[in-house]
């Protein structure tokens, strides 16, 4: 079957850093997508990777390694504001989106 | 302002009941989608449209039914709601006209509770 794994839940300070890592096993890859989702709120697109390596935008990375079936998301310079869920997903051979069940980031000042 | 809006916001319905959740995207998107949100859960895709005219089944898409007459609106539809069917549900759309990432966009979400 197809499987994302993240942890549940993970605690972080404001003005650190915290690595959100995702493994995958699903039939095909054709690139994994990193949401933010806000509690209450709809997820919003965050990072797209498609190609081995680190993509960078602002205080977000997103990595990709195919071989080993491993994303990490990277936040730097916590604030108090990236307290939410960030979802995995995958693009499966299909094109269809397979979602993990999401890591909720607690930031503590 | 370009976007995907989604009607109502939220609603409690008596089993049995039967419910059409609203969904319309001003962004030309070819495909659409609808999710529902459980706790502890992942997205789990109900139903999907490529393209005006066509639909698919997702993962779990036994008591919803969903039709696309046109780009802009996917409505789903509960004939005869149960209380498992509560949830949130989400709709998204994406354009995959082919050369790009496919990236979904999210509508801000129908809180649905089936007494």
């Known amino acids: 079957g197809q499987n994302i794994d993240q942890p549940t839940e993970m605690t972080a300070t404001e003005g650190a850093i915290v690595q959100i890592n995702c493994t995958y096993q699903t039939s095909g890859f054709n690139g994994l997508f990193w949401y933010q989702q806000h509690a209450g709120e709809a997820p919003t697109f965050l990072s797209y990777n498609v190609l081995d390596g680190l993509e960078e935008k602002g205080r977000f990375s997103s990595f990709l390694s195919r071989s080993k079936g491993y994303s990490y998301l990277l936040l730097k310079e916590l604030q108090m504001k990236d307290s939410a869920s960030y979802l995995c997903?995958?693009?499966?051979?299909?094109?269809?989106?397979?979602w993990g069940a999401g890591t909720k980031l607690i930031i503590k000042p | 302002i370009a976007g995907i809006t989604q009607a109502p916001t939220s609603q409690i319905l008596a089993a049995g009941r039967r419910m059409t959740l609203r969904c319309t995207q001003d962004m030309r998107h070819n495909a659409m989608y609808w999710y529902r949100q459980d706790l502890g859960l992942g997205l789990r895709l109900i139903h999907y449209s490529n393209t005006a005219g066509t639909t698919g089944k997702g993962e779990v898409p036994d008591g919803y039914s969903v039709s696309r007459a046109n780009t802009d609106d996917f409505p789903l539809t509960l004939a005869s709601a149960v209380p498992s069917q509560t949830s949130v549900y989400f709709c998204?759309?994406?354009?995959?006209?082919?050369?790009?990432?496919?990236?979904?966009?999210f509508g801000p979400g129908t809180r649905l509770t089936v007494l």
């Open positions: 998204a759309s994406s354009d995959r006209s082919g050369g790009g990432t496919d990236t979904q966009y």
């Open positions: 997903a995958v693009t499966d051979s299909n094109y269809q989106l397979i």
